[in-house]
């Protein structure tokens, strides 16, 4: 459905381009969720932009349902590409009300057809009984939803969402996650997401890019991520734990050991030794920085039992399964 073959975009500085997506690829099957997950300036909006056909590619190109919207040599204007867009800060029009924002992309529809799809794209919504209210009158998630009913309404064949849930606050986010997610299945759309946040790209996406530099390091669903992931930053940035020097462990082989939280479990005959940091409760349990002897600090989940203080000494058994190795480092680091 959408293709981004080896798409190179960048912004124009004195004397070139400074290139900040170069080779980047993805494929996302019709009705499919995929998200680009990243640290800010990474590239994630640039990509979006490139798409909707703001930004032009320098090498590649993009193809969506069999037709090529940007090459090098040319690029299909953003209107006539099919792609509906929702930005982080909504974009509602204030002087408009609700009726009015949705039906914003509707002019070619007769007057009782637009009407018709307003009043559908609201009640998948939720918000069937706020079409008279205007954006002041509304919550950050209802003006969420306004955002999300006037990107649908026109039907694209792809709709790209920019940090959705951006403005929301934590509990708002996660439970619109869920609802926006089941919105596009239940209509069948192909989205394109971009976030920094992994908790609302694991609750939204079928499939996640993660990015760093421009680049896409992995593409995968969220347990490939964190079960699999491809390299140290991919291990690092998809979920909590360290990585660690596999002969700190007690390991033989060499290189380094990506430690989860769970994967160091308290045991007073367990081998590994290690100096308490700090503790801090996150319900259930307490979750323990510890120390180890060659300096690496990681993080332990402590299910019961009484909690250490810091400075205290707390022996560790190390859970081997299912750990996840990497190959010496080329730099030589040690850490
Ligand atoms: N119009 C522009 N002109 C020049 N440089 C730009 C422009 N837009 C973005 N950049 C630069 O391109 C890089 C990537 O920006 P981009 O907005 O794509 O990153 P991002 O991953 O979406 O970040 P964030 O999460 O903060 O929005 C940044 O270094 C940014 O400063």
Redesign the pocket.
Known sequence: MLQLEEIRV????AGGL?T??DALSLSLPAGGIGC?L????????????AIAGF?PVRAGRIVLAGHVLSTPEGTVPPERRGVGMMF?DYALFPHLDVAGNVGFGLARLSRAARAARIAEVLALVGLADRASSYPHELSGGQQQRVALARALAPSPSLLLL??PFSNLDIDTREHLAGELRAILKRTGTTALL???DQAEAFAMADAIGV?DR?RILQWADAQTLYRAPADRFVAGFVGRGSVVPAAALGLVGGGEVLLRPDQLVPDVDGALWAEVLGTTFLGPGHVARVRLACGAVVEVDLHGGATPSPGAGIALRLVEEALIVFPPRQDGSPC
Do not use: N
């Open positions: 960048g912004y124009p500085v400074r900040v997506v680009l990243g640290a800010s300036g990474c590239g994630k909006t640039t990509v979006l932009r930004e982080q920019d940090e971009v976030t920094h990015m421009g």
